[in-house]
């Protein structure tokens, strides 16, 4: 069984910053890419980062410039460092994985709740 632990979300002003993790566990054999997502209330979830196992990234036109996604491949962990914080950034941020073990499966952390207000 392969199990994604999110953690870092919380409060935070307008212009502050927030750094999430999501550490992978389990029989893994390798990861491919890895990524972050989000659901703000009423609304679809939307990619916000990639990344590949390479390092190759893409971001939401939204955060460009702002979030930094970078991955610890000795750790199966992917970060998400999110800086210059809006309001409308506010959601549930979910981590996801390819993750390599007798087969390829994409898998989802449960989540984690970033709140950006005054």
């Known amino acids: 069984q392969v199990q994604l632990v999110e953690s870092g979300g919380g409060l935070v002003q307008p212009g502050g910053s927030l750094r999430l993790s999501c550490a992978a566990s389990g029989s893994i054999r390798s990861i491919n890419a890895m990524g972050w997502y989000r659901q703000a209330p009423g609304k679809q979830r939307e990619l916000v980062a990639r990344i590949t196992s390479g390092g190759s990234t893409n971001y939401a036109d939204s955060v460009k410039g702002r979030f930094t996604i970078s991955r610890d491949n000795t750790k199966n962990t992917v970060y998400l460092q999110m800086n210059s914080l809006k309001p409308e950034d506010t959601a549930v941020y979910y981590c996801?994985?390819?993750?390599?073990?007798?087969?390829?499966?994409?898998?989802w952390g449960q989540g984690t709740q970033v709140t950006v207000s005054s």
């Open positions: 996801n994985a390819a993750v390599v073990t007798d087969y390829t499966r994409v898998y």
